[in-house]
């Protein structure tokens, strides 16, 4: 792949600097304790905790990479996945470009939330909006609940991406990443494909170069 | 000599040598031939090196000839054979003369109808024993254009000018390559390549007829000779803006031809002239609307005027080929009527000067960009309303709409009658127009239609029913006038005001708000629910069950149904609904208190006595209050004997989508994470409070188990690692909360301060700002006014791309400029015209007698649909006739009645005697020319009779050898 880290700022002001050429507004979501903000963090700061203190409201990281020639400014929005703010949390869905949506492959019942999580996307974000499926833990093996080709499974069936992954290994966390970057650039290119090119709509398609990753390293299992 | 001169760049400096006509042009040939250049005299070598300038442009003529290979006689073409779709192909060769460049084309039908020669050939061989017996009918040496221009096959012809004038197929034509440079002008240039032109086709036995284009642009004349071995013919046109009225008609054309053939025969032998006519009647539309939708009487006759040209339909009339004595029409009498005439096309025309929806639309994105608008409450003053204003919510409804549809009858004829009204079917999925509900599709099973409606569906805009909308659309009626917007915007926002300070929740209430639920599938509903929905009724909805659910489980109900604004709405009706969400809120504050305050107050006191005791001693002994539910079986963690409660919570604080924008900014302004947790604790801190109040002697465990189910572990009782970090921001909270129960709390949702803001901001509004509210609002009305209109029209013009840039341009947040707007303008511009197109065609053949008869009804749509693709199809801008709608039957097609009437009264959209608006005829004459001892020769006249703009075209034959 192309795509490149170009900096890992922790928090930071996203809207001060405009050393980019693209921003994407991403959201992880998920019941609570499956590890979103583990997995951000690693993502990020390429650093793991075994606790991360839960967390309340929102929060969020920034962090560009490279797309072909282009910096992308990713603001990756974390979020609290207690029932109680829920609805605190749907509020930032608009706007959103892409979801990481996740579960624990250690709980089931994170899993059976899944499809209310995908419904709530439907309901609240930009039809656009992109989706990848993450089972998380995936290195905790023996206590493992939820079997990787079910997981996939339910993928398949509600069309999204699907990896599994560990933040505390540090398998597949940056490719998840890369995989949306890449289908939001593939639904951007689209979308201006549609348009008529004489209407003069301002608008460059990113390169969409990036080599696609193996089947083998989707799911490391 | 040089055909451009320095200061006119046109011929004008021609002088030609030789001026020829007629007869001396023979002679001329002649003597060409004659000169032979092996000559003995040595005076006429030299005299014949110098290359006269007529030489130079004949011997190039020849050479396009040549090389176009059209040397001698040409096939000939059978017209009869001439297939529906059949177009003239053109080739050209550049022709240079001096500085001047002319153009030679040569045109022929691309359809394969050349007769076969065999036959041609054995005429021929007989052609010495037949001629004298059957002179008069014997048609062999005719030529191929003699055939052409006897056959009526081309009578009106579409497809070319020349074809209509002079009724030829295959021909050839001069004309100057840049229209004004080389434009040939004068009589004398006329003349000059005219001869070199016969010359030309003379010296290569070329038999097509070949013209010469004369004259400026507005007024061409097509100049013309044909030779061939037994024929001249000569092609003369007139184009005149007065004639003399004795050549308007039939009867004067007639003797026109006659006049002009000379025929030396006796009238005996001589056959009847046959004439073919093609009258136009101007098509009147009924029911011409007599209102114009803007209450400005000025602007009214102004708009008349616009719509009055608007459609331009045509009644086209022939007859063919009719001989002279059937048909009479003189200065004084005709009989030729279009009830008589067989042969009926319609053609239509439109071009709208006025497209409400389109100039509506750019009028409010102009009043969005203008960045020095100004404020809506400086333009406008209302006198202050009394005190004593009993405010009645249906009333003041009522009298606010009145207030507000001051052209409400006109709008009605725009955006229909029913924006006013409420709509009690909520099947129905869009308002009905009523005059064209005929027209409405009503079965989704169209994909076009659905990916239409589809499309809309995400559009992020006001439901149709809803207040907003009403607003919006009440604005847009005044949208040029600021002054008029600004007093609709006042009293709008002042009856706002009103209900805000009274406590009254927004007129219509539930029912605005509500019914707009009808176009939303159940799945969909959520998303565009409104959150005055009484939750009861919205448990019955499937999804909404599952969203509220949610809720449930929080146990937040203290202030359950005031809900959010919905964020799938534009910006503008979420503030109305947080409006809304305000009063509620405060109308359900006051209830509260109402009826609990005693038991509270004494609880709260009781509760704040107790805090202090329980901070010396044992927190176990305070009163607990705000309790909503028990929490399952589940026990306090210290006191297994005592049950946990749920407590009733305040809900999150609603928000329009700019407030989550600002507290999303202000989040991310904050540097360090520990901030950022800081600044929304509030919630939190106040769920605690309330579960303390609920559970006297509680611990975090306790809270954590309600709160965070996944932080607690059920077997070994104890908390997650996460929660166990010293000093994280959960257990920090919990020391510093005290017990509080909900209704006491400060609460999260200061509804009057939201209220005030909103109000604050519509009250200082500017003219642009209001524009940018409604702007949504009006691309979603005119884009379903638009399917609505003649839904099928729009959408099989795949006006799901319009519905698509429309709900675009309405989401998309970041555009200073409104491009996506502007683009999508562009789209209903488009289909404005071609809705009200439809519309105007709709309304003037469609009776009411049709309503239950589907085959007319049918027909109509079919005609309708042919006469729109034909008025828009690209026909050359210069073309003298079009190809209109074949109405098969004429007068007696069952619309034949409607367009006619019954030809005495006035039912008709065709006026008893009405007048053609425009006559034109084709003469056909076989006669021997010149002398009485000539063979029969064809003779053609061509006239085209309308207002200052009269044409005469003659092809007229003569026998080039029986003299």
Known sequence: SDMAVQSATAGGQPSGDQNFDYMFKLLIIGNSSVGKTSFLFRYCDDSFTSAFVSTVGIDFKVKTVFKGDKRVKLQIWDTAGQERYRTITTAYYRGAMGFILMYDITNEESFNSVQDWCTQIKTYSWENAQVVLVGNKCDMDAERVVSCDRGRQLADQLSLEFFETSAKENINVKAVFEKLVEIICNKMAESLDKQDPNQGVKGTKLDANTTQKPPSQQCNC | ?963
């Not at chain 2, 229209?179 to 003379?202: C, G, H, P, W, Y």
């Open chain 2, 1 to 963: 000599m040089k055909l451009n001169s320095s200061g006119n760049r046109c011929l004008s400096t021609i002088q030609p040598p030789f001026r020829l006509d007629g007869e001396s042009i023979l002679h001329f040939q002649c003597g060409m031939a004659e000169i032979e250049p092996n000559d003995d005299d040595v005076f006429e070598i030299d005299d014949f090196t110098v290359v006269s300038p007529l030489e130079t442009l004949v011997s190039a003529v020849e050479v396009a000839i040549h090389d176009m290979n059209l040397e001698g006689s040409r096939a000939n073409y059978d017209v009869t054979k001439l297939p529906r779709d059949w177009e003239l192909s053109m080739a050209e060769r550049r022709v240079t003369y001096e500085s001047n460049t002319f153009l030679v084309r040569w045109y022929r039908p691309n359809a394969e109808i050349v007769e076969e020669p065999k036959e041609k050939k054995d005429e021929e061989d007989e052609y010495e024993v037949k001629s004298e017996e059957e002179e008069v009918t014997n048609l062999n040496h005719y030529s191929s254009a003699a055939h052409q221009i006897s056959s009526p096959t081309l009578d009106f012809c579409t497809k070319n000018n020349l074809c209509a004038m002079y009724g030829v197929l295959e021909f050839l034509v001069l004309q100057g390559e840049h229209s004004t440079n080389d434009r040939i002008a004068t009589i004398e240039q006329k003349d000059f390549v005219m001869s070199a032109v016969r010359i030309a086709l003379n010296n290569t036995n070329c038999e097509l007829p070949f013209f010469v284009l004369c004259g400026a642009p507005e007024r061409e004349l097509y100049f013309g000779s044909a030779e061939s071995r037994t024929q001249t013919m000569s092609f003369l046109p007139t184009h005149l803006h007065q004639i003399s009225p004795r050549h308007t008609n039939l009867t004067g054309l007639i003797g026109l031809m006659k006049e002009k053939v000379r025929s030396q025969a006796s009238v005996v032998d001589l056959e009847e002239v046959r004439a073919s006519v093609r009258f136009e009647y101007q098509i009147v539309e009924p029911d011409r609307p007599k209102k114009s939708f803007a209450g400005d009487e000025k602007k009214l006759i102004k708009d008349c005027r616009d719509c009055r040209h608007a459609l331009e339909m045509t009644l086209i009339c022939l007859w063919k080929y009719l001989p002279e004595t059937r048909v009479h029409e003189n200065e004084s009498f005709s009989n030729l009527e279009p009830a008589d005439s067989s042969h009926w096309e319609i053609t239509a025309n439109f071009h709208p000067r006025h497209q409400p929806f389109s100039h509506i639309l750019k009028t409010t994105l102009a009043h969005c960009l203008n960045e020095s608008s100004p404020l809506a409450k400086e333009l406008f003053v209302l006198p202050p309303p009394s005190p004593s204003d009993e405010v009645n919510p249906i009333k003041e409804t009522t009298k606010m709409m009145d207030h507000m549809s001051l052209n409400k009858e006109d709008w009605s004829n725009l955006l229909g009658a029913e924006v006013l009204s409420e709509v009690s079917d909520d099947d129905r999925r869009y308002p009905s127009w009523a005059t064209s509900s005929a027209l409405l599709p009503q079965s989704t099973n169209d994909p076009n239609l659905a990916k239409c409606l589809e499309d809309l569906r995400h559009i992020k805009s006001a439901p149709p029913r809803s207040i907003v909308t009403r607003l919006a659309v009440q604005i847009s009626h005044v949208i040029d006038d600021e002054a008029d917007m600004a007093l609709k915007w006042i009293s709008f926002v002042r009856l706002l005001r009103q209900h805000w300070e009274n406590n009254k929740e927004l007129p219509g209430g539930n029912k605005v708000f509500g019914t707009h639920l009808w176009s939303i599938p159940s799945r969909h509903r959520r998303h565009f629910c409104p959150f005055i929905m009484d939750v009861d009724k919205a448990r019955e909805l499937p999804c909404l069950h599952l969203a509220l659910s949610f809720d449930d489980r929080a146990g937040d109900r203290v202030l359950s149904s005031v809900a959010a604004p919905s964020l799938g709405t534009c910006i503008f009706n979420q503030k109305l609904e947080m409006l809304q969400c305000c009063i509620k809120a405060r109308l359900q504050r006051m209830a509260c208190y109402e009826n609990h305050v005693n038991v509270f107050a004494e609880e709260f006191f009781d509760a704040e006595e107790n805090l202090e005791e329980a901070k010396a001693s044992n927190d176990m002994d305070r009163t607990p209050a705000g309790r909503e539910k028990r929490m399952g079986e589940a026990t306090l963690h210290l006191r297994p004997d005592v049950p946990l409660y749920v407590p009733n919570t305040q809900m999150p604080c609603p928000m329009t989508e700019d407030m989550v924008q600002a507290h999303a900014e202000h989040i991310s302004s904050l540097r360090e994470g520990s901030e950022r947790t800081e600044a929304q604790l509030g919630l939190l801190r106040s769920d605690m409070q309330a579960f303390k109040a609920a559970n006297p002697g509680c611990d975090l465990i306790d809270f954590i188990r309600w709160h965070s189910p996944k932080d607690f572990d059920e077997e070994t009782g104890e908390l997650s690692d996460r929660m166990r970090i010293t000093d994280n921001a959960w257990e920090r909270c919990w020391r510093e909360a005290t017990p509080l129960p909900a209704i006491h709390q400060q609460p999260h949702f200061n509804e009057a301060t939201v209220a005030e803001g909103i109000l604050s901001v519509f009250e200082h509004a500017t003219v642009a700002q209001i524009a940018d509210w409604i702007l949504p609002i009006l691309f979603h009305q005119t884009a379903l006014q638009l399917i609505n209109e003649d839904g099928q029209v729009i959408v099989e013009a795949e006006g799901a791309s319009m519905c698509s840039l429309v709900s675009r341009a309405t989401r998309d947040g970041s555009q200073p400029a409104k491009q996506s707007y502007y683009q999508a303008l562009h789209h209903i511009r488009k289909y404005e015209r071609l809705a009200h197109f439809h519309s105007h065609l709709w309304k003037t053949f469609w009776r009411q007698q049709f309503l239950k008869k589907n085959k007319e009804e049918d027909v109509i749509r079919q005609l309708v649909k042919d006469i729109m693709k034909e008025s828009d199809t690209e026909r050359a801008s210069d073309a003298m006739f079009r190809t209109g709608i074949r109405l098969r039957g004429g007068a007696s097609h069952f619309l034949g009645e409607i367009i006619g009437g019954d030809f005495q009264g006035q039912n008709g959209l065709i006026r008893k005697n009405q007048t053609p608006m425009r006559k034109s005829y084709v003469l056909y004459w076989n006669a021997p020319v010149p002398s009485a001892s000539s063979r029969i020769q064809p003779q053609r006249i061509f006239a085209n009779i309308e207002y200052e703009n009269h044409r005469i075209c003659s092809a007229t034959t003569n026998d080039a050898v029986f003299m």
